[in-house]
């Protein structure tokens, strides 16, 4: 059974920091590319980061680039996204997603499983 678990999310200010975690079981990590969206009150879900199955390799929003950075651990079957110099436009419900045998895709029809998502709110 495949489960993706988000954590980190949080109420933070303006310019502060968060690490978003995304626990993986049931899939094999080094053939899976792994994405994270968000989704604001009243907007649609949107791409910001994803990442390869074996390397670092890495694509991202526009409007998050030098500010997130997207990481994975296939040995904790697990990746992150930090987020730094958080805006209060990054506030959010965000999502990790995975995607079997795709990699560094925007799509979110390409992802196949899901977390249940965590919020991050960010107070101006």
């Known amino acids: 059974q495949v489960q993706l678990s988000e954590s980190g999310g949080g109420l933070v200010q303006a310019g502060d920091s968060l690490r978003l975690s995304c626990r993986v079981s049931?899939?094999?990590?080094?053939?899976?590319?792994m994405g994270w969206f968000r989704q604001a009150p009243g907007k649609e879900r949107e791409f910001v980061a994803a990442?390869?199955?074996?390397?670092?390799?890495?694509t991202y929003l526009e409007s998050v680039k030098g500010r997130f950075t997207v990481s994975r651990d296939n040995a904790e079957n697990t990746i992150y996204l930090q987020m730094n110099r958080l805006q209060s436009e990054d506030t959010a419900v965000y999502y990790c997603?995975?995607?079997?045998?795709?990699?560094?895709?925007?799509?979110?029809?390409?992802?196949?499983?899901w977390g249940q998502g965590t919020q991050v709110t960010v107070s101006s």
């Open positions: 997603a995975a995607a079997p045998g795709r990699f560094l895709v925007d799509a979110a029809e390409n992802y196949e499983y």
């Open positions: 049931g899939l094999t990590m080094r053939t899976t590319g």
């Open positions: 990442i390869t199955g074996r390397s670092s390799a890495a």
